[in-house]
């Protein structure tokens, strides 16, 4: 008889939460269809996209129809978005549709795979610091939301930050995080939505080398000022899951803290605007003149959907009051549409 060997007990090492996020969500990406545990604005409704589209027109306008022009999107997912916007753009503003040269940002192989097929002629990056040099219009709607976050706790004893280990947290030392919260609160850190907006912003700056008239928009959920609180969630097979649990199966994202956002953007002498809330920044722009156009023709049972989607966009138990906007832009760029009454 073989004496059983003892086998030691694997120790799995800690890993900081954002690396974990991280490789989760893209396990997560590269393997499933995201678009099965939520449905994003331009799912919703085509008039999204075309909306966005005639933003980013009026604002090419305002920025002195620069030809060529870059148009950008950040995580495009199925392209839904980008497809409605160019449809708007070359229908109501044929130049801007002529001078824009469309680049992706885009991680998951999957989800570019069905880009390629409704976008062509675009040019696909991973990274937003690939971007060419050049005036550029850019849109991110649910893009913030997941990217890594890193969590800190204010304990009695000092800050600490959350570990993953095995499918629990674990607390470190830390040191603090830049903003302060009440005992045994959460402070949670975005890097790469910081780095992100403090790179556009030197973009968007006059006086930086390389400097270039622009605007990016965003569009995702989050309160409009930081709050503490643990804003960690996951969704699997359409429910809420133990984000933990089985890395990979589950999407992982977080409240975007606009006001971080603004403020790192604006200390990097980016122009600023909003946030405002999703439901008034669609209305602004027309949103409900679009869709009585779009209705018009249509048979009652269609037009009546057309008009349920728009509504879910905007009404504040739908998507009108969680999801904020928030743009960045060169310093003295006129008000942007939708940030003003
Ligand atoms: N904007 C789309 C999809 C939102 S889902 C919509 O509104 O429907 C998030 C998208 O961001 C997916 O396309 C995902 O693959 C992509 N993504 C997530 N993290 C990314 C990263 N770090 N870099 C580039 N793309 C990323």
Redesign the pocket.
């Given at each position: 008889m073989r004496a059983a060997r003892a086998t030691p007990r694997r120790i799995q090492p800690a890993q900081r939460l954002d690396r974990f996020m991280?490789r989760a969500?893209?396990r997560y990406?590269a393997s499933r269809d995201?678009?099965r545990e939520f449905t994003?604005?331009?799912?919703v409704s085509q008039a999204f996209g075309e909306i966005l589209g005639l933003w980013a027109a009026t604002v090419w306008e305002s920025i002195g129809r620069p030809d060529p022009v870059l148009l950008v999107?950040?995580?495009?997912?199925?392209g839904?978005?980008m497809q409605d916007a160019l449809r708007a753009a070359a229908e109501v503003a044929p130049a801007f549709r002529a001078a824009l040269r469309l680049h992706l940002?885009?991680?998951?192989p999957r989800?570019r795979g069905i880009q390629e097929k409704l976008l062509r002629g675009a040019e696909w990056h991973?990274?937003?610091a690939e971007l060419p040099d050049g005036p550029m219009l850019l849109i991110?709607?649910?893009?913030l939301?997941?990217?890594p976050i890193r969590q800190f706790v204010h304990r009695e004893s000092g800050w600490t930050e959350r570990f993953v280990q095995g499918s629990r947290f674990v607390e470190r030392p830390a040191a603090a995080p830049p903003r302060e919260a009440p005992l045994d609160a959460i402070v949670e850190v975005c890097e790469?939505a910081l780095a992100l907006a403090g790179g556009l912003a030197a973009r968007f700056a006059q006086g930086r080398r390389n400097h270039a008239p622009g605007a990016a928009l965003f569009l995702d959920y989050g309160p409009a000022a930081s709050a503490p609180g643990d804003s960690l969630q996951a969704l699997s097979n359409g429910r809420p899951a133990d984000p933990l649990a089985e890395p990979g199966t589950a999407d992982l994202s977080a409240h975007v803290d606009f006001q971080a956002v603004a403020a790192t953007a604006r200390a990097r002498g980016a122009n600023v605007f909003g946030p405002v809330p999703q439901g008034l920044f669609l209305t602004r722009l027309g949103l409900f003149q679009r869709l009585d156009r779009l209705a018009r023709g249509r048979s009652p049972a269609q037009a009546a959907l057309l008009l349920a989607g728009g509504r879910r966009l905007v009404e504040p138990d739908g998507m009108g009051q969680l999801f904020k906007v928030l743009a960045l832009a060169s310093p003295h760029t006129a008000p942007l549409p939708g940030f003003t009454p």
């Open positions: 991280q969500n893209a990406y995201p678009f994003t604005g331009p799912e999107e950040l995580g495009p997912g199925r839904t978005l940002v885009e991680t998951s989800l991973d990274d937003w991110a709607n649910e893009f939301d997941a990217l790469p």
